[in-house]
């Protein structure tokens, strides 16, 4: 029986290459707004969860001691392992793992980050209580995921959404819910903040299956005025665009 992790490997697998040249995963401000927020020390080792072609791992690299980068999808690391050539970074190390069992001892880690990835987790508790544990004392994990405001309607409609953009999506929690999530695995919040990008909507039927872009475009259609006020679904240009929510996340192992 194919699990979770399974779907996850097939679908990033064969999206992997289009993952080393994505403008937004690529994007050297988001990058530099996660490294400002992680505050990095030149003597750190740091621990990059779901790297994928591990943009976030080589920018933080010049910044501290040794980065591992771990993924559970081997085409990803493959591209990661291209970038690093790339770039010149031999103090990164990219490997295959599953955050819902580190390959690592306890208190190995000054930082953890994980960066657009836990939506895709099958058990957050689980990966939130591994974070905990590789984690030094007093040291901090830096998350930047998919979000949702607290809204029952938004919630609902784009996690459904999303699920049909891609099989491999669980969900994207609330603010509110992080919140509970990291206390709940031992982490003092220090910031969290949700924010909101317009984009296209294309991108929720790009590299999607034509049975899923049709049911997309259903739920967007039979959206009344209100509900589409909510989503900020409006023309641009001629191009219909919906908001997607981001959280950003800092939070301390207590």
């Keep these: 029986m194919k699990?979770?992790?399974?779907?996850?490997?097939?679908?990033?697998?064969?999206?992997?290459?289009?993952?080393?040249?994505?403008?937004?995963?690529?994007?050297?401000?988001?990058?530099?707004?996660?490294?400002?927020?992680?505050?990095?020390?030149?003597?750190?080792?740091?621990?990059?969860?779901?790297?994928?072609?591990?943009?976030?791992?080589l920018a933080l690299a010049p910044h501290v001691a040794r980065v591992v980068g771990i993924d559970l999808t081997p085409e990803m690391l493959a591209e990661a392992e291209k970038l690093k050539a790339q770039y010149k970074m031999p103090h990164v190390e990219f490997r295959t793992g599953d955050v819902h069992g580190l390959p690592f001892d306890a208190c190995s880690f000054d930082l953890v980050t994980c960066r657009r990835a836990p939506h895709h987790f099958s058990d957050i508790k689980k990966a939130l209580q591994e974070?905990?544990?590789?984690?030094?004392?007093?040291?901090?994990?830096?998350?930047?995921?998919?979000?949702?405001?607290?809204?029952?309607?938004?919630?609902?409609?784009?996690?459904?959404?999303?699920l049909l953009h891609d099989m491999s999506h669980v969900r994207e929690y609330r603010p509110s819910e992080w919140r509970s999530l990291l206390l709940e695995a031992g982490f003092l919040v220090e910031m969290l903040e949700l924010s909101a990008e317009h984009?296209?909507?294309?991108?929720?039927?790009?590299?999607?299956?034509?049975?899923?872009?049709?049911?997309?475009?259903?739920?967007?259609?039979?959206?009344?005025?209100?509900?589409?006020?909510?989503?900020?679904?409006?023309?641009?240009?001629?191009?219909?665009?919906?908001?997607?929510?981001?959280?950003?996340i800092k939070a301390k192992k207590a």
């Excluded at 490294?35 to 020390?41: D, I």
């Excluded at 005025?225 to 679904?233: C, F, P, S, V, Y």
Aim: with cysteine.
């Design 131 to 162: 974070i905990h544990r590789v984690l030094k004392p007093d040291r901090c994990v830096v998350i930047e995921d998919r979000s949702i405001p607290e809204d029952d309607f938004v919630d609902e409609t784009m996690n459904k959404l999303d």
């Design 3 to 57: 699990t979770h992790e399974d779907r996850v490997k097939r679908t990033f697998g064969k999206r992997a290459a289009t993952y080393t040249t994505s403008k937004a995963h690529a994007d050297p401000v988001s990058l530099e707004k996660i490294r400002a927020l992680a505050s990095p020390k030149p003597e750190w080792t740091v621990l990059d969860i779901a790297t994928g072609t591990g943009h976030l791992a």
């Design 199 to 248: 984009r296209p909507l294309t991108s929720l039927t790009m590299n999607v299956d034509a049975r899923n872009v049709k049911k997309i475009k259903a739920i967007i259609s039979k959206l009344t005025r209100q509900q589409k006020e909510l989503m900020n679904i409006r023309d641009v240009n001629g191009q219909p665009y919906i908001n997607h929510w981001f959280v950003q």
